[in-house]
């Protein structure tokens, strides 16, 4: 076999050996890297209630409540298969809209509720001009 | 391949792309952020700060496409011993780290006015960062030797290694909950509307012709560098 044949076998071998082991890792952090939870991803009877978390998901049509205070945020985080209801005293950012994404840093309370301490707002991969959104509102499009 | 392989052949096709390559792309970047800053309508959403795309993407692109040509010449260097496949990787490792900065910097600056952050530790832009300290460190170690033209075995390898990053870069926002979002472009199509995509065309064309503009600089650079001093080195043996 010529030495060049060698080398190349040898580097497709040590590419293969390499890839699988990024895999590997990548696989066995799976959740670990994830960057918040999703509402059905929390257990109801296990609610990581002893250290802080990110709770994300959509904002749930309709439910955005502001209390007497003028601070005070109620909004209800869904992600399709369950729903969190939440508290947030504060700023919310600019794109924090009903039907669109959210990231919520807090703590869960024993009652299921969960309490933020920070909002992020989340898009989604969507881009397109106003008058465009206007007309795809209106067909419903927009909601997916 | 080996056509190329005696760097005077080369020099003579990279001294005229130079200027080529670094006039279009800077007239296909300045017309591209034009059209973006001034041509597109604002995104629905995020209004007018949708425009920092037109850098960030691009940024992105060559960040990652930079390492993916650093792997590639690492494999031609250990397998062919391509004697400018050194020199190539050599010269693309530092614009690759500029353009990964450039990256994270619009991609912070972006992220305050819409997702109400500077920085989070998301997988996308966790790996992101991963892929400029993988920059360093390449830099690093191909300094490490005697060698200022190409670069060693042990950094070529190690840019075989680092590849590794970039399909997690990829499909970060994929595997796992990311702030930032999923893919727009994809094989399947574009969710940009076709108003906000089309800038992108010429900065991207444009950042990479002058990606590769600076890369044939810095690559014909290193080569007369590595001639004076073969030069010098004869002279003082005589």
Known sequence: MKAKNQRLILALLALAAVIGAGLLAVSGLKQEAAFFYAPGDVPKDDLPLDRAVRLGGMVKAGSIRHDADGVTLRFVVTDGKAEVPVTFKGIAPDLFKENSGVVAEGRFQADGRFIAANLLAKHDEKYMPPELAGKMHKTGSLKQ | ?238
């Open chain 2, 1 to 238: 391949m080996h056509a190329y392989a005696n760097p005077a052949r080369f020099l003579k096709l990279a001294r005229p792309l130079t200027p080529v390559f670094l006039t279009l792309g800077a007239a296909l970047v300045l017309f591209g952020c034009y059209a973006g800053l001034v041509m597109t309508p604002p995104d629905y959403l995020q209004g007018d700060s949708v425009r920092i795309m037109y850098i960030h993407v691009p940024a992105a692109w060559l960040g990652m496409g930079g390492w993916s040509a650093i792997a590639i010449a690492s494999i031609t260097q250990l397998v062919w011993r391509h004697p400018l496949a050194g020199v190539a990787a050599r010269a693309i490792a530092m614009p690759g780290a500029l353009f990964t900065a450039i990256c994270l910097v619009t991609g912070s600056i972006w992220g305050r006015p819409t997702w109400g952050t500077w920085w989070e530790w998301d997988g996308r832009m966790t790996s992101m960062l991963v892929l400029l300290f993988l920059y360093f460190g390449y830099i690093a170690l191909s300094n490490a030797g005697d060698d200022r033209t190409s670069v060693s075995r042990a950094t070529a390898i190690f840019g075989i290694v680092g590849a590794v990053n970039l399909p997690i870069i990829n499909r970060s926002v994929v595997w796992w909950n990311s702030l930032h979002q999923g893919p727009s472009i994809t094989l399947k199509g574009s969710t940009i509307a076709p108003e906000l995509l089309w800038p992108l065309l010429p900065t991207v064309i444009g950042f990479s012709l002058l990606f590769g503009g600076i890369v044939l600089m810095r690559m014909r650079t290193n080569l007369a560098e590595a001639k004076r001093e073969a030069r010098l080195r004869r002279m003082a043996a005589a």
